[in-house]
């Protein structure tokens, strides 16, 4: 039984130590677009729910699903804090704000009673201001690092720190209920770790394209929660959680083609 308990912790570090490693790998290899693209696939998230599935009744998790859903404004708030204080700053200078303005939106968040329709009125104006704000800008001559050469540990080292964070971090979310449950499943903890890996080794320009990216595929990611949250009672857990999978995966490949139409080299 004690096993079962520690089960979605170690499901969920592992997930997303995988993210991190290949998001990071993609971003160094074919740029920040690819690294983007792959972080925002919920490889996390989506073991999360299983579990909570598993653990939980429909309504339960419908219920995290909507306040990860209103919450999920704080991820958009502080992908585009981090994208804007990257292009000048140091790591800790632009990642320690970004993180404070997401507790400060997501706790914001769980002192109201929302409602579909009001969390995805949130979600419009938040991101309408965030996609407007942060606009990728191609980087001048100079401005992102040439990739140093990887050592032979440096990727289970990555995998091992990032897994670590997670156990923690999903950890001391075991005593909450289903809305602060839902804050808790959606902490950005791939793009943090993206950011600690990746900025000192490629420059805040790269990484603040990564977030510009990330913040678009985010749109879709905010889809797949109000769909599942929509979903779970009338078709069920299972049906529930696939149909907003689909959703994110379309999203992911409506950016994927846009991405080849303008670069179809890329």
């Known amino acids: 039984m004690t096993s079962f308990l520690w089960l979605p912790t170690l499901t969920k570090a592992a997930s997303t130590a995988l993210l991190v490693v290949t998001a990071s790998a993609l971003a160094e290899k074919l740029g920040p677009f690819w690294g983007a693209l792959v972080a925002s696939l919920p490889v996390s998230t989506g073991p999360a ?21 209103a919450a999920h404004a704080a991820t958009g708030a502080f992908m585009t804090t981090y994208g804007l204080l990257a292009r000048r700053r140091t790591l800790g200078r632009s990642l320690g704000p970004a993180m404070l303005v997401w507790l400060v939106v997501g706790y914001a968040t769980l002192q109201v009673a929302w409602t579909p329709l009001s969390a995805l009125a949130l979600n419009v104006v938040v991101y309408a201001v965030c996609l407007t704000v942060l606009r990728p800008r191609h980087p001048r001559p100079g401005e992102i690092r040439p990739t140093p050469r990887r050592r032979w540990y440096e990727l ?37 770790c993206l950011a600690v890996i990746l900025q000192p080794r490629l420059g805040g320009v790269a990484t603040s394209l990564m977030a510009a990216s990330s913040l678009r595929a985010m749109v879709g990611f905010g889809g797949m929660l109000l769909v599942a949250h929509l979903a779970i009672p009338a078709w069920g857990m299972v049906t529930g959680m696939l149909a907003g999978l689909a959703v994110s995966l379309f999203w992911s490949a409506l950016l994927l083609l846009a991405h080849r139409w303008r670069r179809p080299a890329g």
């Open 49 to 69: 729910y299983v579990f909570l599935a598993l653990q939980h009744d429909a309504a339960f998790v419908a219920e995290s699903l909507l306040s990860s859903f």
């Open 156 to 192: 289970p080292c990555r995998a091992a720190a990032v897994a670590l964070f997670v156990i923690v971090v999903v950890a001391a979310s075991n005593m909450l209920g289903p809305q602060a449950t839902g804050l808790v499943a959606i902490f950005p903890i791939g793009t943090v």
